[in-house]
């Protein structure tokens, strides 16, 4: 029995009885059209079941909120109610590494609140998952997915953890993820983690889930959690939320505090929020950014932040007419494949008809240097000979000094340092895969390489360091800036790219500058999530929060088929390892 299964099914069962619902079986005629090509999956064998009298399934924060306040559903009774959703569908996409045994005393002290009239804000008593490298200081575990951890006590809640609870949000419990958010390996299986297992997207189990913040983006599309938080390093908020087609919120690095995160680079981390809606993504937001004393990074935003909050800047489509949006078309859209291409030009024309004028050929300044050809490479300056351009050059030597720093904190371990965790990994081979495949774990192709190329700087910041450092952050955030800025000097309200090109939010991440990544059509082939990024300058948050949601209400409000749509269930009886990483559409 997993870590899951063992520590919330007598909760699960109580729930049943005490909500009278059941899990349905298939019939024999529903196995009958599981053969058919068009099946629609989710109907058949992951119906979202109602919650009492209310309708669960794509349910926004603001829907549950009515109803809570209306009295026609309980914090209490939601919570039971994504315990159910989760039982249902955990053997399949395996999105929650461990249920949080507080969570229904939480939800009770929450509508207790209410009742007396007390109501926190916009979060008060709904569910929420973070992420396994983010810190919470209760019964549940923090090990970034990893054995080496288990058992071992943070000091405290994390910044974000903290903040949430004030808002009066439930922790439902920790999602699963990439093995240490993906710094261990370079290849390696997306979404899997010794401890929690493999992650795999409701849209099409077999393929790659996106990562390394995968369980927070899986759980969230498959209606079995109502928001999450994910970390990002290079991509991992933008790319889980783009392939299972939902919300995905990245700030600007020092707008939300990384204190009691589990790091990978001081330079590059951030943590950032995902939601079926933009609305939803945002009232996250709102609830955890702001200055921490223990993260200094996050006092440079004094001054630049809104006092009404993010969820002040959300509109309509109405606004689109004020909106001039630049295109970077040699940047980045000509590494688009064909599908993603024809489905994201309708979407733009479709954006540019409700008003929005569009200028193309906005390009990212010495694109041609400092953009990969050749798709995602964090390492592409050394590459092509020049170590001191490489972002991967930064972000080994901060891991290495930054894992040590967090692990300093830590109670109950032996683990003090990444020369600990390589040898842990060398000693649990079977499960931790310290060795390439075939002599490690199958997850785990190339072993630990990602680690040993930190372990191999040392944590020394030399010259080439230092360089490197400068150069990917000012190339990056001229090259962003100078995009977004029109030949008269006036600021474009964004710049519009495709998600899946991963250079994209590549470059933002080495910039430290924020992005939003809304749903926009399904790849033919795999049915995956194709989705329309936004990029902007440092602290532009106000502008992807105010054209994210005008773009999304002209979705919702038209028969366009480029929005969210719910996943398909592709491949449900895979459970291949690794995962398949291509996932182009048809043509």
């Not at 995602?376 to 000094?401: A, H, I």
């Amino acid at each position: 029995m997993s870590v899951l299964e063992s520590s919330w099914l007598a909760a699960a069962t109580a729930i049943v009885i005490c909500l009278g619902a059941a899990l349905p079986t298939p019939s024999i005629e529903d196995t009958k059209l599981l053969k058919g090509e068009n099946c629609p999956l989710s109907d058949v064998l992951f119906p979202v079941l109602p919650c009492g009298n209310f309708q669960l399934e794509e349910a926004t924060i603001d829907d549950m909120q009515a109803a809570m306040n209306n009295g026609t559903l309980t914090s209490v009774q939601l919570v039971g109610c994504y315990v159910l959703r989760t039982f249902q569908t955990h053997l399949y996409i395996n999105s929650l590494l461990q249920y949080n045994p507080d969570a229904l005393s939480i939800a009770a002290q929450m509508d207790a609140e209410r009742a007396a009239a007390k109501v926190r804000g916009p979060l008060h008593g709904i569910p929420f998952t973070v992420k396994d490298n983010i810190a919470t200081k209760d019964q549940l575990e923090t090990t970034a997915g990893s054995w080496a951890l288990l058992g071992s006590l943070v000091p405290r809640d994390a910044h974000v953890i903290a903040r949430l609870r004030e808002a009066g949000a439930v922790l439902f419990g920790k999602a699963t993820l990439s093995e240490w958010a993906d710094m261990r390996s370079n290849n390696y299986s997306e979404g899997y983690s010794a401890r929690g297992g493999q992650c795999r997207s409701a849209y099409n189990l077999s393929v790659n889930p996106g990562g390394s913040s995968s369980g927070s983006a899986v759980g969230v599309a498959a209606n079995t959690i109502a928001f999450s938080l994910g970390t990002e390093t290079d991509g991992s908020v933008i790319n889980p939320a783009m392939r299972n087609n939902i919300v995905g919120f990245k700030p600007t690095v020092g707008l939300t505090s990384r204190a009691g995160v589990i790091p990978e680079s001081e330079h590059q981390d951030t943590v950032g929020t995902f939601g079926r809606t933009v609305r939803d993504a945002v009232y996250a937001l709102d609830a955890i950014y702001g200055p921490d004393q223990r993260d200094e990074y996050t006092l440079a935003q004094a001054g630049k932040t809104p006092e009404a909050g993010y969820a002040s800047y959300l509109t309509t489509k109405a606004a689109l007419k004020d909106a001039v949006f630049g295109i970077p078309w040699d940047s980045f859209w000509r590494y688009a494949d064909p599908e993603q291409a024809r489905q994201l030009t309708a979407l733009i024309k479709l954006i540019e008809d409700a008003g929005a004028t569009i200028i193309n050929g906005t390009e990212i300044t010495d694109h041609e240097r400092i953009v990969s050809p050749y798709g995602w490479d964090w390492d592409y300056g050394t590459n092509r000979g020049y170590p001191n351009e490489s972002e991967y050059t930064v972000v080994k030597v901060d891991f290495y000094n930054n894992i040590k720093t967090y692990l300093s904190e830590l109670e109950n371990t032996n683990i003090r340092s990444l020369e600990d965790i390589v040898q842990f990994n060398y000693d649990n081979d079977g499960t931790e895969g310290g060795h390439p495949w075939p002599d490690g774990h199958p997850a785990f192709y190339s072993g630990q390489d990602g680690f040993l190329a930190s372990l191999a700087t040392k944590g020394i910041k030399d010259e080439t360091y230092y360089q490197a450092l400068n150069f990917t952050q000012s190339s990056t955030r001229n090259g962003i800036d100078d995009a977004l800025t029109d030949k008269g000097g006036k600021k474009l309200s964004g710049l519009l790219v495709p998600s899946d090109v991963a250079q994209a939010p590549q470059i933002a991440a080495q910039a430290g500058y924020p992005m939003i990544t809304l749903p926009a059509g399904i790849h033919s082939a795999s049915g995956m999530g194709i989705g329309l990024g936004i990029m902007q300058t440092a602290y532009g948050e106000p502008e992807l929060v105010r054209w994210g949601s005008a773009i999304e209400d002209l979705q919702r409000s038209t028969n366009t088929p480029y929005k969210r749509t719910l996943p398909q269930w592709r491949d449900f009886l895979r459970r291949n390892i690794p995962v398949y990483n291509g996932y182009e559409g048809s043509d």
